[in-house]
Nanobody, 119 residues
Framework: QVQLVESGGGLVQAGGSLRLSCSAS????????MAWFRQAPGKEREFVAS????????NYADSVKGRFFISRDNAKNTMSLQMNGLKPEDTGVYFC????????????WGQGTQVTVSS
């Protein structure tokens, strides 16, 4: 059974930083493309960042480029998202996704972690 568990969310003031982590189990992590998505209140879930199985082919949404940085540690089955220069519009539930199946589509999802950025 695949499990993805996000952690690291919280409340932060605008301009601050947070580091999210995703711990994966039940899948061959080192072979899985991974990604972060987020969903703001009243909005659809949107892509944030993705990383290929080998740590390459990193992509970011335009809205987070230069502020967010995705990484992974295949030895620890974990993925991280370093978020700097946070803005109120970054508020939302952040989801970890695993095993790329198509563009911006993934087979497995975590339950999410709340990020709230106050102005």
């Amino acid at each position: 059974q695949v499990q993805l568990v996000e952690s690291g969310g919280g409340l932060v003031q605008a301009g601050g930083s947070l580091r999210l982590s995703c711990s994966a189990s039940g899948l061959t992590f080192r072979n899985s493309g991974m990604a972060w998505f987020r969903q703001a209140p009243g909005k659809e879930r949107e892509f944030v960042a993705s990383i290929a199985w080998d740590g390459g082919n990193i992509n970011y949404a335009d809205s987070v480029k230069g502020r967010f940085f995705i990484s992974r540690d295949n030895a620890k089955n974990t993925m991280s998202l370093q978020m700097n220069g946070l803005k109120p519009e970054d508020t939302g539930v952040y989801f970890c996704a695993a095993r790329w199946v198509a563009i911006r589509q993934y087979a497995y999802w975590g339950q999410g972690t709340q990020v709230t950025v106050s102005s």
